[in-house]
């Protein structure tokens, strides 16, 4: 039986959105262009904005029914930017790591992508080689490098650039 189930994030899951959002920045600064400080400031109704301007998919627990990974989509809305769609905000809660619900979020994102757009990028810091192999696994591939893209505190983090398909 599937230890878990992808789906959209509803208005309603706003609150479950937050607090894994949040333990998501919180936990991994390094892996997030945002930061938990700035965002843990941030009412509900910013969060509930935010699910309406980007496609969010969450994988829930069918044990629990728990929220317990997700993952952003979001395509511009500018003319010249809208062929391409931004892969975002991938956490998944750590036990709920090395079951298959990253890998899942990420195809859900692509299925949505089809039709949609006719590429997907993500940034992912260097060091996160778990993430990449993810990442590459689902068919993205390395095409840039942004030396310095993250500064936390005074410590400087490169990211590679990826994209699907390349
Ligand atoms: C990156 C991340 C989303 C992967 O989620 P996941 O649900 O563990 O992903 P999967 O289960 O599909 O695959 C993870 C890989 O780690 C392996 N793994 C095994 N046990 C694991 C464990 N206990 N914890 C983490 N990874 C494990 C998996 O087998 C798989 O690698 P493999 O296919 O080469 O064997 C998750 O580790 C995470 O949320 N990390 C912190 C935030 C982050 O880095 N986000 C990405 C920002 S770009």
Known sequence: MALF????ILPQDVSRYRKLRLDGLRAHPEAFGASWEEEAAQPLAWFAESLER????GGVSAETSELIGI?????PDSAKQRHKGVLWGMYVEPRARGTGLGAALVTRVLQQ????????????????KVAIRLYERAGFEKYGLERRALKIGEEYHDEVLMAWPP
């Not at 189930?5 to 959209?8: F, L, S, V, W």
Request: aromatic share 6%.
């Open 54 to 57: 980007n496609i969010i998919f």
């Open 71 to 75: 993952v952003g989509f979001h395509v």
């Open 5 to 8: 189930e992808i789906r959209g």
């Open 113 to 128: 992508a089809l039709g949609t757009v006719e590429q997907v990028r993500l940034t992912v810091v260097v060091t996160n």
